[in-house]
């Protein structure tokens, strides 16, 4: 028979088990971190993935997919946004060890994104092509955009609830099994794409929607495998619905926390969208390489997102276990690694953007404006350990509010009046959108250390 001391033992040294407000600081941050920037490395490649397939349809179905994609994102960034008051929470009673309370929260989050999906899939699914024609785009552009779109809004169900189970999993601590979720669901989505966009075998030739419809499918798969990783206890909170009933008191605290933070997610997606509005004047190519180059930024922001949400949940465990000076020091050790990884991965813009950039479309123009893009937002990657990283830590203690107000003076107030005069009164021309990112993103990392350093964030009560 095992010795129960040695069993308790192992189960400790292990990632399910491990009391993450205890050990080593930095170790805890990278074995948590790790999964995490896997799983945004396949979670940002959904759009990616048909983004490279439609490429081979044209520049007008890669201008199409691309502002359809920036929309869905940013339906996913206002679902990320309000289920940052479940993950909150949830990080708060994991540390405080009242793994009941984490679990009535997280149920609660599952009735938000039922009803979120109900208002917001419905009204989009309607009026997708009208949202098209709000950019001005042509024609043809719509035509390749609009069905891709509806059909993500009408799958938005699906993608709900793959990150409410991501979202209760890596507030438990358990960054491995959303991990394992993102590799299957996304391979199958790789495998899947092509054949319905050119109706390779047996497949019908769908084009656009055929890339959507993909990611549906995808996505009811990987919310099937995390639903059940949830309800058998493979994962370190069992979800158990004894007892269950819609809570109007923690469903309010959730939408307290959760909004502010997808206000946030909003502004910061309706600024991309705002910049697209400035790159139209440029025509079709400028679109398309503009498209491109926020893909390439995703993939750029996947390490600073991991280290951020990794910092987040150790930081909401850490308040919750009374330990707010190992909060804050998680928050700058996980600032040090991001700026490392940024150098480098700026350093291979420099050497080989070109490349990147024909990954999707080996257009000359195109590539050409895509490179000097990249090039230019170098600058702000050199930052992201600090805005990125600050504002998933703030997000997961729940001090959503400060986050909110921070963006909205980054974008509103310096960003897109920067791109206004940057386009039109200074021989910038379309680059000056990019400059207008740049400053900007030096303008809310300034913001994001005086707040963080003044240390308000450590009495906030959820």
């Known amino acids: 028979m095992a010795d129960p001391a040695q069993t308790t033992k192992t189960k400790s040294n292990n990632t399910y088990g491990r009391d993450w407000t205890q050990g080593n600081i930095f170790r805890n941050l990278l074995l948590i971190a790790w999964p995490m920037i896997i799983s945004n490395v396949l979670n940002s490649i959904g759009t990616t993935v048909d983004l490279i397939w439609v490429g081979k349809l044209g520049a007008a179905s890669v201008a199409g997919v691309g502002v359809a994609g920036m929309l869905v994102q940013l339906l996913d960034a206002l679902k990320i946004g309000l289920d940052m008051g479940t993950r909150a929470m949830i990080a708060r009673a994991m540390g405080a060890g009242d793994h009941k309370k984490a679990n009535h929260v997280a149920l609660q989050g599952y ?23 709000l950019f001005g785009l042509s024609a043809d552009v719509v035509a390749q955009g609009a069905p891709y779109l509806r059909i993500q809004f009408i799958g938005i169900l699906t993608m709900g609830i793959v990150r409410q189970n991501e979202g209760t999993m890596l507030s438990s601590g358990d960054a491995i099994n959303p991990m394992r979720v993102s590799i299957f669901y996304r391979v199958f989505h790789i495998a899947l794409c092509p054949f319905l966009v050119f109706g390779w075998w047996i497949f019908p030739r769908l084009g656009t929607s055929g890339a959507a419809l993909t990611g549906i499918i995808s996505a009811c798969l990987g919310a099937s495998l995390g639903l059940w990783f949830l309800l058998t206890g493979n994962t370190r909170l069992k979800l158990q619905f004894k007892g269950f009933r819609p809570d109007a008191g923690v469903i309010w605290h959730v939408m307290k926390i959760g909004v502010p933070a997808s206000v946030t997610n909003m502004q910061r997606n309706i600024g991309q969208l705002t910049l697209t509005w400035f790159v139209m004047p440029f025509g079709t190519v400028a679109i398309a390489a503009h498209t491109l180059t926020q893909t390439i930024d995703q993939f750029m922001n996947i390490a600073s997102q ?20 190992r909060a804050e020091k998680t928050a700058w050790y996980s600032i040090i690694v991001c700026t490392c990884i940024m150098l480098i991965g700026s350093a291979v813009i420099l050497l080989w953007g070109r490349s990147l950039i024909a990954i999707f479309d080996n257009e000359a123009d195109l590539v050409e404006i895509g490179n000097i893009f990249l090039r230019i937002q170098i600058v702000s990657y050199l930052v992201f350990g600090f805005t990125v990283i600050i504002q998933q830590c703030l997000n997961g203690v729940g001090d959503t509010l400060p986050v909110m107000l921070i963006v909205l003076l980054g974008i509103f107030v310096v960003q897109i009046p920067a791109a206004f005069i940057l386009t039109r009164y200074t021989g910038l021309g379309v680059y000056g959108t990019r400059w207008a990112i740049v400053i900007g993103t030096l303008a809310m990392a300034a913001a994001y250390v005086f707040y963080f350093r003044s240390g308000r964030w450590k009495q906030r009560k959820i």
Do not use: W, Y
């Open 306 to 325: 991991g280290l951020g949400q990794a910092s987040g949940v150790l930081a909401g465990q850490n308040l919750g276990a009374g330990k707010p000076e």
């Open 111 to 133: 009735v938000v994104t039922i009803g979120f999906a109900a208002v917001v899939g419905g009204l989009g699914a309607i009026f997708a092509a009208d949202i098209m024609r």
